[in-house]
C-alpha cells in the first residue's frame, strides 16, 4: 500500500512538471558513525555502528497559489534492523488565498508541524509522532497525515487540524543501543475501538502583543506519547521473556506557550495539562507539567564577530515519580557559540541534569562547512551518572561519540 502511494506520487510529479511555473530539488546524503566507549549491556549490541541518510525535498509549483511538496527519507543502520527504515516526512498540498481582510492557507496531505518555543524539549507539541530511533535528545517527527487550514490577520493566527491516522512511535531494536531494558513489541494496542484510523482534531491560536509571542493549544484524540503493557511473563513474581507492548489512550490536551522578548533575556514558558493518560504504574491520572526557560546572547564576545547564547531551562511533571517520560524534574544548562564565520561555525555544549535522581548527562556539538556542498558534524552525549532507581531511565544509557559528513545538491 504504502508502495503504491509513493508510486502514485510520482506519476502525478512527472505528469505535472510539464507545466508546472517552479521546479525546484534539493537533496542531502549524509554518511554517519558512532561508537560506543561502553560495554554494551547485551550480547547482541555492538560497539560502533555506520550508516547513512538520503532525503530529497521537492517542490512543485503547479498553479498560481498552490503547490505540492515531497520530502522522502531513508536511513541505513549497519547495526540496528529496525533504525534502517524509510518515511515520507512531506507529501503535501498547499493552498492559499485572501479571504476579506484575512489570509488562509489550506494544506492537505503528510507534512511536519512544531509548537513551541523551549530548546529541551517541547510540551506542547503533539501533532506528529516522534522518529526516536534517528536521535535520542533532537526528536525529529514522522509525516503525519492531516488536513491543515491556517487563518491570519491583524487579530492573530488560527489553525485547525483534521488528522486521520495515527502513527506509531518508533523504537530501537534489541540489536541496537540506547534500547530499552527489555523488547518492545510491534504490536501496540489502542483504548479507541478504530486504533489508528481514529480521527483526532487539533486547534491553536497564537499572536503576538507587544514583546509577548503566545499561542494556546488543545488536542483531542490519541495520544503519541505510549504507555507499556508488560506481557510475556513466565511467572508474575518475575521479569524473565518481559516484553513491553506500546498502549495509546484517548487524551484530552490543553497546552500554552509564551515568549516575553526583552532588551536582555529572552523568557519562555511551556505549560499542559494532559487528561487520560496511563502513569507509570497504569493507572489513569490526569496532570500537568511546565517548562520555564531564560536565555541570553552575548554578541561581538571578545570584540569579535562571535556570539555566545547561554540558555538556563526547567522542566516539572506534576505526576513525580509516576511519570512516563524521563523529564520530571529536571534542570538544562546550555551554551551556543557561534563564530558567524563564512564556514557556519558553531558549538554547542548543555548539561542535562535530574534534580530528584542521580542523573548527569553532558551534550557535547560542533558543526562547520567544509565546502559549499559539504558539511561535517561531531557529537558527543556522555551520561555522567545513572540512578537504577529512576524506572523511566532505565538504570543506564549508553554514551557515544558520532561523526557525520553531509553533501548537499
Given at each position: 500500500m504504502r508502495h503504491s502511494v509513493v508510486i502514485a506520487l510520482l506519476g502525478f510529479i512527472n505528469?505535472?512538471?510539464?507545466?508546472?511555473?517552479?521546479?525546484?530539488?534539493?537533496?542531502?546524503?549524509?554518511?554517519?558513525?558512532?561508537?560506543?566507549?561502553?560495554?554494551?549491556?547485551?550480547?547482541?549490541?555492538?560497539?560502533?555502528?555506520?550508516?547513512?541518510?538520503?532525503?530529497?525535498?521537492?517542490?512543485?509549483?503547479?498553479?498560481?497559489?498552490?503547490?505540492?511538496?515531497?520530502?522522502?527519507?531513508?536511513r541505513y543502520d549497519s547495526a540496528d534492523s529496525q533504525r534502517t527504515h524509510g518515511d515520507v516526512r512531506e507529501a503535501?498540498?498547499?493552498?492559499?488565498?485572501?479571504?476579506?481582510?484575512?489570509?488562509?492557507?489550506?494544506?492537505?496531505?503528510?507534512?511536519?508541524?512544531?509548537?513551541?518555543?523551549?530548546?529541551?524539549?517541547?510540551?506542547?507539541?503533539i501533532v506528529n509522532q516522534t522518529d526516536l530511533v534517528e536521535h535520542p535528545r533532537?526528536?525529529?517527527?514522522?509525516?503525519?497525515?492531516?488536513?491543515?487550514?491556517?487563518?491570519?490577520?491583524?487579530?492573530?493566527?488560527?489553525?485547525?487540524?483534521?488528522?486521520?491516522?495515527?502513527?506509531?512511535?518508533?523504537?530501537?531494536?534489541?540489536?541496537?543501543?540506547?534500547?530499552?531494558?527489555?523488547?518492545?513489541?510491534?504490536?501496540a494496542s489502542y483504548e479507541h475501538r478504530d486504533e489508528e484510523n481514529h480521527v483526532d482534531v487539533a486547534f491553536r491560536y497564537s499572536n503576538s502583543v507587544g514583546p509577548y509571542d503566545f499561542g494556546f493549544s488543545v488536542f483531542v484524540g490519541t495520544n503519541r506519547e505510549p504507555t507499556f503493557l508488560a506481557s510475556g511473563q513466565s511467572e508474575p513474581t518475575t521479569y524473565e521473556n518481559l516484553t513491553l507492548q506500546p498502549h495509546y489512550e484517548q487524551i484530552e490536551q490543553f497546552g500554552l506557550d509564551v515568549q516575553l522578548t526583552t532588551s536582555a533575556l529572552l523568557y519562555k514558558f511551556e505549560a499542559?495539562?494532559?487528561?487520560?493518560?496511563?502513569?507509570?504504574?497504569?493507572?489513569?491520572?490526569?496532570?500537568?507539567?511546565?517548562?520555564?526557560?531564560?536565555?541570553?546572547?552575548?554578541?561581538?564576545?571578545?570584540?569579535?564577530?562571535?556570539?555566545?547564547?547561554?540558555?538556563a531551562e526547567w522542566l516539572y511533571d506534576g505526576r513525580?515519580?509516576?511519570?512516563?517520560?524521563?523529564?520530571?524534574?529536571?534542570?538544562?544548562?546550555?551554551?551556543?557559540?557561534?563564530?558567524?564565520d563564512v564556514a557556519g561555525t558553531e558549538f554547542v555544549a548543555g548539561l542535562l541534569a535530574d534534580l530528584d535522581y542521580d542523573y548527569r548527562a553532558l551534550n557535547l556539538e560542533f558543526k562547520r562547512r567544509l565546502s559549499d556542498s559539504w558539511t561535517m558534524r561531531f557529537e558527543s552525549i556522555v551520561n555522567l551518572s545513572s540512578d537504577p532507581a529512576d524506572l523511566t531511565y532505565d538504570g543506564r544509557k549508553d554514551s557515544f561519540v558520532g561523526m557525520d559528513f553531509t553533501f548537499g545538491f
Amino acid at each position: 500500500m504504502r508502495h503504491s502511494v509513493v508510486i502514485a506520487l510520482l506519476g502525478f510529479i512527472n505528469a505535472t512538471c510539464t507545466v508546472a511555473q517552479t521546479f525546484d530539488v534539493n537533496s542531502e546524503i549524509s554518511l554517519q558513525g558512532r561508537w560506543y566507549p561502553q560495554s554494551p549491556i547485551f550480547l547482541e549490541q555492538k560497539s560502533s555502528t555506520m550508516g547513512a541518510v538520503a532525503k530529497t525535498t521537492l517542490y512543485v509549483e503547479i498553479a498560481p497559489k498552490t503547490s505540492f511538496t515531497f520530502t522522502p527519507l531513508y536511513r541505513y543502520d549497519s547495526a540496528d534492523s529496525q533504525r534502517t527504515h524509510g518515511d515520507v516526512r512531506e507529501a503535501y498540498f498547499l493552498m492559499y488565498g485572501d479571504w476579506k481582510n484575512n489570509s488562509w492557507e489550506l494544506r492537505l496531505g503528510q507534512a511536519s508541524v512544531y509548537w513551541g518555543v523551549t530548546e529541551l524539549y517541547n510540551l506542547v507539541d503533539i501533532v506528529n509522532q516522534t522518529d526516536l530511533v534517528e536521535h535520542p535528545r533532537n526528536r525529529p517527527k514522522l509525516g503525519q497525515p492531516m488536513v491543515h487550514l491556517t487563518l491570519s490577520g491583524e487579530w492573530g493566527i488560527a489553525e485547525s487540524f483534521l488528522l486521520p491516522y495515527h502513527r506509531k512511535r518508533t523504537f530501537p531494536g534489541p540489536t541496537g543501543r540506547l534500547r530499552s531494558r527489555f523488547p518492545i513489541s510491534d504490536n501496540a494496542s489502542y483504548e479507541h475501538r478504530d486504533e489508528e484510523n481514529h480521527v483526532d482534531v487539533a486547534f491553536r491560536y497564537s499572536n503576538s502583543v507587544g514583546p509577548y509571542d503566545f499561542g494556546f493549544s488543545v488536542f483531542v484524540g490519541t495520544n503519541r506519547e505510549p504507555t507499556f503493557l508488560a506481557s510475556g511473563q513466565s511467572e508474575p513474581t518475575t521479569y524473565e521473556n518481559l516484553t513491553l507492548q506500546p498502549h495509546y489512550e484517548q487524551i484530552e490536551q490543553f497546552g500554552l506557550d509564551v515568549q516575553l522578548t526583552t532588551s536582555a533575556l529572552l523568557y519562555k514558558f511551556e505549560a499542559i495539562q494532559r487528561n487520560g493518560m496511563r502513569n507509570l504504574f497504569g493507572e489513569e491520572e490526569n496532570y500537568h507539567a511546565v517548562i520555564l526557560g531564560t536565555e541570553h546572547t552575548i554578541y561581538n564576545l571578545f570584540n569579535s564577530s562571535a556570539s555566545l547564547t547561554v540558555l538556563a531551562e526547567w522542566l516539572y511533571d506534576g505526576r513525580g515519580s509516576r511519570s512516563t517520560n524521563v523529564w520530571t524534574n529536571d534542570l538544562f544548562l546550555s551554551g551556543f557559540l557561534s563564530f558567524n564565520d563564512v564556514a557556519g561555525t558553531e558549538f554547542v555544549a548543555g548539561l542535562l541534569a535530574d534534580l530528584d535522581y542521580d542523573y548527569r548527562a553532558l551534550n557535547l556539538e560542533f558543526k562547520r562547512r567544509l565546502s559549499d556542498s559539504w558539511t561535517m558534524r561531531f557529537e558527543s552525549i556522555v551520561n555522567l551518572s545513572s540512578d537504577p532507581a529512576d524506572l523511566t531511565y532505565d538504570g543506564r544509557k549508553d554514551s557515544f561519540v558520532g561523526m557525520d559528513f553531509t553533501f548537499g545538491f
